[in-house]
C-alpha cells in the first residue's frame, strides 16, 4: 500500500506564473488536507476536502489559491500568478475518516520555489 | 479556537543525554495531542499521540510524552537520545468533539533537535 504521493517534489516558477501541485491518497482513503510551511515555521492548514467537495478552507488565502479533489484522479492545489512569498513546502495529509481521532498520513510535500 | 507554543526552537544536545522538548496549547474544547517528526526534506511521520486514557504515551523508539491537563501542556521526554534522533519535532492538536472539522491539525512552530557526538 503505498503512502500519500506528492508530485513534483520540487517546483520553480516565475513570478506570474502558474504552480499545480498534485496530491494522490493513499488507497482507500477519501480525506486530504493541505498544509503550507512558510521557512522557519510550523505548518499551517490551509483546506480540508473530501471527493469532490471542499470541507473546510478557512486556512486559504482569498485570491490566487484554489484546491479540488476529483471523483478521479489526484487532489490539486492550485496557486495562480505566483509571487515570491509563495515560496514554501506544500504538505498533503490523507485519512480514511474525517474524524479527529482519526490518523492522518503526510505525504513528502512539494517545496516551492519562485524566482 | 485552538493554538500550540512550543517553547523552544532549538535544542543542542550531546548523544545519550536525556532531552525534553516543551509543547503548551490552548482551547476551549477538548482536544487531541499529537507530537509529529520530519527527517531533513522528507514529510512528517507520526511520533506518538494521546487520545484518551493514561495520560503517559510511548513511541517504539522511546520517546514518550505526558498530557498535563492542569498545565495544558503535552511535554515530549527521551531519556537518551541517538545522534539519528536529530530532526524537527512539532507539537499538535485537534479538536475532538467538532466533527464536522474533520482532521485539521493545529501545529507549533516546531522544535529542531540537533544531537551531537
Known amino acids: 500500500n503505498a503512502g500519500v504521493m506528492q508530485n513534483p517534489r520540487h517546483l520553480v516558477r516565475r513570478r506570474g506564473q502558474e504552480a499545480r501541485l498534485r496530491c494522490s491518497p493513499m488507497?482507500?482513503?477519501?480525506?486530504v488536507y493541505w498544509y503550507r510551511q512558510l521557512p522557519e515555521e510550523g505548518l499551517k492548514f490551509m483546506v480540508y476536502?473530501?471527493?469532490?467537495?471542499?470541507?473546510?478552507e478557512s486556512g486559504m488565502p482569498k485570491e490566487r489559491f484554489s484546491a479540488e479533489f476529483p471523483k478521479e484522479g489526484p487532489s490539486i492545489l492550485r496557486i495562480q500568478q505566483v509571487v515570491r512569498g509563495d515560496s514554501a513546502a506544500y504538505f498533503c495529509?490523507?485519512?480514511?475518516?474525517?474524524?479527529?481521532?482519526?490518523?492522518?498520513?503526510f505525504g513528502q510535500g512539494t517545496r516551492l520555489t519562485v524566482v | 479556537a485552538q493554538s500550540v507554543t512550543q517553547l523552544d526552537s532549538q535544542v543542542p544536545v550531546f548523544e545519550e543525554a536525556p532531552v525534553e522538548l516543551r509543547c503548551n496549547y490552548s482551547?476551549?474544547?477538548?482536544?487531541?495531542l499529537f507530537w509529529y517528526v520530519q527527517y531533513p526534506n522528507q514529510g512528517l511521520q507520526l511520533l506518538l499521540k494521546?487520545?484518551?486514557?493514561?495520560?503517559l504515551v510511548e513511541s517504539i523508539n522511546g520517546f514518550e510524552a505526558e498530557f498535563n491537563k492542569s498545565q495544558t501542556s503535552f511535554h515530549l521526554r527521551k531519556p537518551s537520545v541517538h545522534i539519528s534522533d536529530t530532526a524537527e519535532y512539532f507539537c499538535?492538536?485537534?479538536?475532538?468533539?467538532?466533527?464536522?472539522?474533520?482532521?485539521?491539525?493545529?501545529f507549533g512552530q516546531g522544535t529542531e533537535l540537533s544531537v551531537k557526538p
Open positions: 482551547s476551549s474544547v477538548s482536544v487531541y
Open positions: 495529509a490523507s485519512s480514511p475518516y474525517g474524524t479527529s481521532n482519526t490518523e492522518a498520513f
Open positions: 476536502l473530501q471527493k469532490e467537495n471542499i470541507i473546510d
Open positions: 494521546y487520545l484518551s486514557g493514561s495520560t
Open positions: 499538535a492538536v485537534k479538536p475532538s468533539m467538532i466533527y464536522n472539522q474533520g482532521g485539521k491539525l493545529i
Open positions: 488507497k482507500g482513503h477519501s480525506h
